[in-house]
């Protein structure tokens, strides 16, 4: 471990940790902020789901060239960047909503800026991931990812609770400064802080080039890529009883706006416990167990939010289905930082947010519509035991064909 990590690097990665929290949490709050924004105004499914579009679909396309950056450039100065990029584009629109005096111009305008802030998390986020093992000790980092979980699930629990107080007492620009500021914030808490160097920085092959390196290491080697593969199928997975629960809950325990924001901050908590859980106790010694077991209980979890009937049940497994997740993508990011090359981590965290903001979306598309023509417990039931059989496949190949690895 060079100086920087041997000296008060508890210090640093608590405070990147912060400074990436709050920034997380304007751009969290701003986003839930457009999408009530266009329900409101339009009462139209097309401008909600467009806005849900725009805020996945260009990270998708960047988020692997933002990788392949996180490799050739300063990764704090992408990531400040980054921040700056999105916390422009929302001042300019904080500029011209006085001046919009049409609803379609309006929302094309929040369209372009949704799509600018997602383009700006493509660059930012490959770089978040590949700083932390910067900062931590290998021996430490699923301590440190599980803590980073925790925060996050924390910022996602109080976002939509700050988005409607926002809305209550203000206006959409005031809404919108909120991001600007948290923006300003996370940048002058990040700025002091010295990242190590790396040699990687300075040797620069053509873009092209890195691309395609980047790619054929991150699916050459067997574990990273089955990692990959893993992430994207899970987040595929997750969709039936984690984004479209929602949807359930209306249909089987009732409409009202109580049992909807329970299941949220009820998701949001279970996300926040296995992350201090993580943070505590670290996972067993083989990651691989744990990934597996988590991915077994995860899949459980979903089998019976499927069977309940019963409301109080139901939270009681979104609880610890909110856990279990946690837990399987604090393993997953610890065990991509902990094999992957140091050179090509940017690359590789890039690869992983494709898959999540490729597979999350396809997810929707295919189980939102199934939902309509099929009952959504059944939907829900049969994702459950996808999750299980990635348990057992995980096992088999993770464990069981490595007994040796650590």
């Not at 008060?8 to 924004?37: E, H, P």
């Not at 725009?54 to 990531?79: E, H, M, N, T």
């Not at 109080?312 to 497994?317: A, P």
Request: charged content about 10%; aromatic content about 12%; overall charge positive.
């Amino acid at each position: 471990m060079n100086d920087l990590q041997s000296s008060g690097w508890q210090k640093r990665i608590l405070l990147f940790l912060i400074s990436q929290c709050i920034t997380l949490f304007g751009s969290t709050l701003v986003q839930m902020a457009l999408v009530w924004y266009a329900a409101m105004e339009t009462s139209s499914g097309a401008w909600v789901a467009a806005f849900s579009v725009c805020s996945y679909l260009p990270q998708f396309f960047l988020s692997f060239l933002g990788g392949v950056w996180a490799d050739r450039y300063p990764r704090k100065r992408l990531i400040m960047g980054a921040d700056g990029l999105i916390a422009f584009s929302t001042f300019l629109m904080v500029l011209a909503i006085p001046h919009i005096s049409s609803e379609p111009v309006m929302l094309g305008g929040l369209l372009l800026m949704s799509l600018i802030r997602s383009l700006g998390a493509g660059i930012q986020t490959p770089a978040v991931n590949a700083v932390i093992p910067q900062l931590v000790p290998q021996e430490k980092l699923m301590r440190y990812n599980g803590l980073n979980g925790a925060m996050q699930s924390l910022v996602n629990f109080a976002a939509p609770a700050a988005a409607g107080a926002a809305f209550a007492l203000g206006t959409l620009r005031t809404t919108l400064m909120i991001d600007i500021i948290t923006a300003i914030l996370g940048n002058l808490l990040l700025f002091p802080l010295t990242l190590p160097k790396r040699e990687t920085e300075r040797k620069k092959a053509p873009l092209f080039s890195e691309m395609k390196t980047g790619l054929s290491y991150a699916f050459s080697d067997r574990l990273i890529g089955r990692l990959l593969i893993l992430y994207g199928l899970l987040t595929f997975l997750c969709v039936p009883a984690g984004y479209l629960a929602g949807l359930l809950v209306r249909r089987v325990f009732g409409e009202t706006y109580w049992h909807l924001t329970g299941v949220e901050l009820v998701g949001f908590a279970g996300m926040m416990a296995g992350g201090v859980v993580m943070s505590i106790w670290g996972g067993f010694r083989r990651r691989e167990k744990t990934l597996a077991a988590g991915l077994l209980f995860f899949g459980a979890c979903a089998v019976g939010m499927g069977f309940s009937r019963n409301f109080m049940l139901y939270l009681v497994l979104m609880l610890f289905y909110g856990a279990a997740l946690n837990v399987v993508q604090t393993t997953i990011t610890t065990m991509l930082q902990e094999k992957t090359n140091p050179s090509m981590q940017g690359r590789v965290f890039g690869m992983q947010g494709t898959m999540y903001s490729g597979f999350l979306p396809a997810g929707m598309a295919i189980f939102g519509p199934l939902a309509d023509l099929f009952p959504l417990q059944w939907i829900i039931l049969g994702s459950g035991a996808g999750l299980m059989l990635l348990g057992g496949i995980a096992y088999g190949i993770f464990v069981l064909a490595a007994p040796g690895r650590v």
